[in-house]
């Protein structure tokens, strides 16, 4: 399967930005689906995931609250609306995306995804 995200931008303090991840080759449809976030120098980091059977969701404790993971079956697209952003979020964010409902501990692990999108860089800054 192949990710494109999208929807990233330059916003001010306690702006908002909706970002969008869509497979093509295949459907979402036994995935679970994560967004990660990196900044230059330190690892890829866990931001929120959602498994498509059932749409359990899961957030970072930094985000939790103020982003919000959800998904559209028919556009085969995962979305992150990120509300009240802080210049702490800014970063490249991925998307990436498993064939499978890993155990709840093990989402945060970027090493267990298989799929990856390009990235997507949201600047937050006045």
């Known amino acids: 399967v192949q990710l494109q995200a999208s929807g990233g931008g330059l916003v001010p303090p306690g702006g908002s930005l909706r970002l969008s991840c869509t497979a093509s080759?295949?459907?979402?449809?036994?995935?679970?689906v994560a967004w990660f976030r990196q900044t230059p120098g330190k690892e890829r980091e866990f931001v929120a995931a959602i498994r498509w059977s059932g749409g359990g969701s899961f957030y970072s404790d930094s985000v939790r609250g103020r982003f919000s993971v959800s998904r559209d079956p028919p556009k085969n697209t995962v979305y992150l609306q990120m509300n009240s952003l802080k210049p702490e979020d800014t970063a490249v964010y991925y998307c990436?995306?498993?064939?499978?409902?890993?155990?709840?501990?093990?989402?945060?692990?970027?090493?267990?995804?298989?799929?990856w999108g390009q990235g997507t860089l949201v600047t937050v800054s006045s």
């Open positions: 080759g295949r459907t979402f449809s036994g995935h679970t």
């Open positions: 990436a995306a498993v064939p499978r409902t890993p155990i709840m501990s093990a989402l945060f692990s970027s090493g267990i995804y298989d799929y």
